[in-house]
């Protein structure tokens, strides 16, 4: 069992530099969220979706967009990347709220 | 969301019980008590839930208070395993989202 799926774990940007962070789920969950965290904090939460086709913001949301075009994927896309960017970025998944979410890996992004 | 008190850190020697605390004096009486765990370089990992009576699970028991204003996660044989920052979180039933504080850092000392 896959579960949350993140990809790339790590990757280096150059300011200025656009990429998009890959999140897939097997569970067939309706919810998907993306959070960051910086060194020694908690997550702040950056977008969420309770279903394709739609999305919302979380406490964090400039400089980030998404899409969800199907129950499965959940990508979040980082243009013009700046250094304040540079922390982990976690996806989760949940069948509902406020059950229990799961969460991926994680991706490590530098910005330099 | 309503806000959660948790000290930064507590240590257990190995095999012994845990009692990670948690005040949360605005709860609401829609609000779920959540714990979530962190350990080292992975993500978050659910442990438990409850609104109103003590929740047993295979990795944990929750204690909530009769007034709900405060809840204890507790560990009943840590592990070195266990070592991992502990977060308390407080979700409305209507909300969408989890908001993360700092959590309890906990050292398991063998």
């Known amino acids: 069992n896959a579960g949350v799926t993140q990809t790339p774990k790590f990757r280096i940007l150059k300011i200025g530099q656009s990429m998009t962070l890959q999140c897939a789920q097997d569970?067939?969950?309706?919810?998907m969220y993306w959070y960051r965290q910086d060194p020694g904090m908690g997550l702040k939460l950056i977008y969420y979706?309770?279903?394709?086709?739609?999305?919302d913001k979380g406490e964090v949301p400039n400089g980030y967009n998404v899409s969800r075009s199907t129950t499965e994927y959940f990508p979040l896309r980082l243009e013009l990347a700046a250094p304040s960017q540079t922390s982990v970025y976690f996806c989760?998944?949940?069948?509902?709220?406020?059950?229990?979410?799961?969460f991926g890996q994680g991706t490590r992004l530098t910005v330099v | 969301d309503a806000k959660t008190t948790q000290p930064n850190s507590m240590e257990s020697n190995e095999e012994e019980p845990v009692h990670l605390p948690c005040n949360h004096s605005?709860?609401?009486?829609?609000?779920?008590i959540h714990w979530y765990r962190q350990l080292p370089s992975q993500g978050p990992e659910y442990v438990i839930h409850?609104?109103?009576s003590n929740v047993n699970n295979r990795m944990a028991s929750l204690a909530i208070a009769e007034d709900r204003k405060s809840s204890t996660l507790i560990l009943h044989r840590a592990t070195l395993r266990d070592a991992a920052v502990y977060y308390c979180?407080?979700?409305?039933?209507?909300?969408?989202?989890?908001?993360f504080g700092t959590g309890t850092r906990l050292t398991v000392i063998p």
């Open positions: 989760a998944s949940s069948i509902t709220a406020p059950t229990e979410a799961f």
């Open positions: 569970m067939n969950h309706n919810y």
């Open positions: 979706s309770v279903g394709a086709g739609i999305t």
């Open positions: 605005t709860i609401s009486g829609t609000d779920y």
């Open positions: 409850g609104l109103t």
């Open positions: 979180i407080l979700r409305d039933v209507g909300a969408n989202n989890l908001f």
